[in-house]
Each structure stands twice: as structure tokens, then as C-alpha cells.
């Protein structure tokens, strides 16, 4: 996927999760965050971000805060911070036949049982069925030494979403959680169990019921972001 219309600038503040202040050619800009998560390691002041700019004058804030950079040993790695780009990436991937051979429905934002997962798929098959199933789409932007780690804040949403896979799998759907890692040059994935325990229990038991964890890095550059490949699962 791509951005248009981007705009280099230096983060200040983040007020409050909605909007940060940076300084854009050489004046102070309020923009708004696409990325409602704590973030605290990726926003420091000082850091270099990157920003769309709406085409709608009606908007409030002109620019959308898209990307960062953020400083590790080796460099500077982009990380896109944008949590609608997640899906739009999983689509993109799974519609260029990455995801399953034969793949011929994708359709987001699905109602099963108490959940609305985030894509129904089918597929062409020799079962007289065809294939079907759920997958739920998680972006992961928190990266320490090189392992990534989902969730960066407590997230019961996502325990119960584990919780629905499983009984959708138990009901004979094909079943799947994608973390979608938006970064690229990692070494693996895990559970955040510092963070959200619960998550990590949750993962650890969809997991042995079945449920395929899948983890996926991106290349990210400025203006672009695309899935790339898996990344080793530690649980």
C-alpha cells in the first residue's frame, strides 16, 4: 500500500493518544496519531516522523502521522504506525494468492458467534465444501533487540477474539490469527506476557486447539509499506 502526498517532520509532544504536535518547515503543527496504542518507545521527542497530508479541507488537522523512525543499533529502522494499514496489507497479500491457493472470497468485517473477526475467506478445493474460515488481523509495531511483541497495552478484545477462533474452528472453519509486523529486519515474534498475560495464555492455548499463528514482517518505506516474510513464532 502507499501514502501520497508525504511530508518529513520533527516529533514534540503527544498530548493526548489522538494528536501530536511536531515541528513541520520550521513551524510547530498539531497532527493527528493513526495509531491509538501507547507507543511511548516510538514517539521520543526529537524523532523523526512522517506525515500524510488529507485532501479533505473540512478536517480539523491536515496531516496524518504515518510513520517513524526509530533508532537501534544498527541504524534507523521505519516503522509505519498507522493501525488501519494492518488489513489493508493482510488484503493485499492474501488477494495476490499469498495466503491460500485458490483463495476465491475475501470479505472483511465478518459477524460469527459473539466476535466480528476481521476477514471471511473461501477457497476452491477437492472437497465437495470448498475451504473456509476466519482470520483475525493484529498490527505489531513494539520491537525490543530485534523481537517483536503484541500487545503494547492490556487488550481483552483480543483475548476474546482468540477465544471465538477456537470455537469457530471447533465448528469445522479453517482458523487463523496474523500478526502483521510493521517493520522489517526483525528476528521473531511473541506474546507480550509482561504486558498482558492474559494475551499470551490465550495464544498459547488457540494455538494447541488448532488455531495457526502467523507473523509476517513488512518492508516499510517512506510513502510505502508491503507483507513481506514470515517470521519465526516463539510462544
Known amino acids: 500500500m502507499r501514502y501520497e502526498n508525504i511530508h518529513k517532520a520533527t516529533f514534540l509532544a503527544r498530548p493526548n493518544r489522538f494528536i501530536a504536535q511536531v515541528l513541520l518547515d520550521g513551524r510547530e503543527e498539531t497532527v493527528h496519531v493513526k495509531n491509538t496504542g501507547r507507543c511511548k518507545e516510538l514517539l521520543v521527542l526529537g524523532c523523526t516522523v512522517y506525515l500524510e497530508r488529507s485532501d479533505n479541507p473540512a478536517r480539523k488537522t491536515a496531516f496524518d502521522l504515518v510513520t517513524v523512525e526509530k533508532a537501534v543499533p544498527e541504524g534507523v529502522r521505519l516503522i509505519n504506525m498507522d493501525s488501519q494499514a494492518p488489513n489493508k496489507l493482510f488484503a493485499e497479500w492474501a488477494g495476490a494468492g499469498c495466503f491460500v491457493p485458490g483463495l476465491s472470497l475475501l470479505r472483511p468485517e465478518t459477524s460469527w458467534g459473539h466476535s466480528r473477526f476481521d476477514f471471511y475467506w473461501e477457497a476452491e478445493s477437492t472437497a465437495p465444501e470448498g475451504r473456509r474460515g476466519f482470520v483475525e488481523v493484529k498490527g505489531c509495531t513494539l520491537e525490543e533487540g530485534g523481537w517483536t511483541y503484541f500487545p503494547d497495552a492490556p487488550t481483552e478484545r483480543g483475548v476474546k477474539h482468540l477465544e471465538e477462533l477456537v470455537r469457530a474452528g471447533a465448528q469445522g472453519f479453517e482458523v487463523a490469527v496474523c ?30 486447539e488448532g488455531v495457526k499463528i502467523l507473523a509476517y514482517e513488512c518492508e516499510v518505506q517512506v510513502g510505502e509499506v508491503r507483507m513481506t516474510r514470515p517470521v519465526p513464532v516463539q510462544l
Open 179 to 208: 500478526f502483521v509486523i510493521q517493520m522489517g529486519g526483525v528476528r521473531g515474534f511473541s506474546p507480550n506476557d509482561r504486558t498482558h498475560s492474559e494475551f499470551g495464555k490465550a495464544l498459547r492455548r488457540a494455538a494447541l
